[in-house]
C-alpha cells in the first residue's frame, strides 16, 4: 500500500495469537493495509504460523494453541480487556485510515488527533481485542 513508508527501519516483531487467525489475517490486510508474506494452514483451519509485513516492518501469529508458548500469553477477552502490549504503526495519512479503521467497525479507544510530540494519530482495537496505535509519527525521523 502506498501509505506506507517503506525506509522505515524494523528489528523487532510483534507475536499475536487470535482466536480466529484467518478473520484476523482478513482484517489486518484489508483495514490496516498489512500484506501477507507466509501464511501456513493446519488441516483444521487453523493457522499454524502467518507472517504479515507492513513496509519494512512484520508481525507474526498464529491461532491460540496450548503449547509452551502458547501458555505464556492471554488474550484481551481473558484479562478485561486488557493487554500488556500494543504495537505502532507509522502511515503517510493517519485520517485515511483511520476512516477505514471506522468503517470496518474498530474501536476507537483513542480519537484521531495532533499529538504534542509531532504526528497525528489514533488507538484503536482490532476485532479480538488487540491494541493498535497508528499515527505519522515515525520516531526514527525524529
Excluded at 482466536?19 to 499454524?48: Q, S, Y
Excluded at 486488557?82 to 479503521?101: G, I, M, N, W
Aim: net charge negative.
Amino acid at each position: 500500500m502506498t501509505n506506507i513508508p517503506k525506509q522505515t527501519r524494523a528489528t523487532i516483531m510483534p507475536c499475536l495469537r487470535y482466536r480466529d487467525a484467518p478473520a484476523a489475517i482478513e482484517w489486518l490486510c484489508k483495514t490496516l493495509g498489512f500484506e501477507p508474506t507466509l501464511v501456513v494452514p493446519n488441516e483444521d483451519g487453523t493457522i499454524a504460523h502467518a507472517q504479515l509485513s507492513y513496509g519494512n516492518g512484520m508481525v507474526m501469529l498464529s491461532s491460540i494453541f496450548d503449547t509452551e508458548y502458547g501458555q505464556l500469553m492471554k488474550q484481551p477477552a481473558q484479562i478485561g480487556g486488557f493487554v500488556t502490549q500494543s504495537a505502532y504503526l507509522v502511515v503517510r495519512d493517519a485520517d485515511e485510515v483511520h476512516a477505514r479503521c471506522v468503517k470496518a467497525g474498530a474501536p476507537i479507544v483513542m480519537e484521531l488527533k495532533d499529538e504534542d510530540y509531532g504526528g497525528r494519530g489514533f488507538t484503536c482495537r482490532d476485532p479480538e481485542g488487540h491494541v493498535w496505535s497508528i499515527g505519522t509519527y515515525d520516531p526514527w525521523e525524529n
